[in-house]
Nanobody, 113 residues
Framework: QVQLVESGGRLVQPGGSLRLSCAASGIMINFYNIYWYRQAPGNQRELVAYITGGGSTTYIDSVKGRFTISRDNVNNTVYPQMNSLKPEDTAVYYC???????WGQGTQVTVSS
């Protein structure tokens, strides 16, 4: 059974940084594409970034240059590093493994002064 646990979300001021985590069990993350989504209140869930099994990364335009996604194969964890945060980044962030339709419970990121 694939399980994903996100953590690291909190209140941060605009311009600040956060590193989220997605700890996976039941799979070896280096063999799968790991996606990160976010959902703001009243909005649909949107894809933010993903890292492939081969280690390639892709980002949506609004986070390019600010977010970086990496993984630690030993700890089986994926880490989105989010810098220069903006109020519009406020959302619940989720990780996802499409191959298993697996989702984590989400972690709340709030960017506000």
């Amino acid at each position: 059974q694939v399980q994903l646990v996100e953590s690291g979300g909190r209140l941060v001021q605009p311009g600040g940084s956060l590193r989220l985590s997605c700890a996976a069990s039941g799979i070896m993350i280096n063999f799968y594409n790991i996606y990160w989504y976010r959902q703001a209140p009243g909005n649909q869930r949107e894809l933010v970034a993903y890292i492939t099994g081969g280690g390639s990364t892709t980002y949506i335009d609004s986070v390019k240059g600010r977010f970086t996604i990496s993984r630690d194969n030993v700890n089986n964890t994926v880490y989105p590093q989010m810098n220069s945060l903006k109020p519009e980044d406020t959302a619940v962030y989720y990780c996802n493994v499409p191959a298993y339709s697996a989702w984590g419970q989400g972690t709340q990121v709030t960017v506000s002064s």
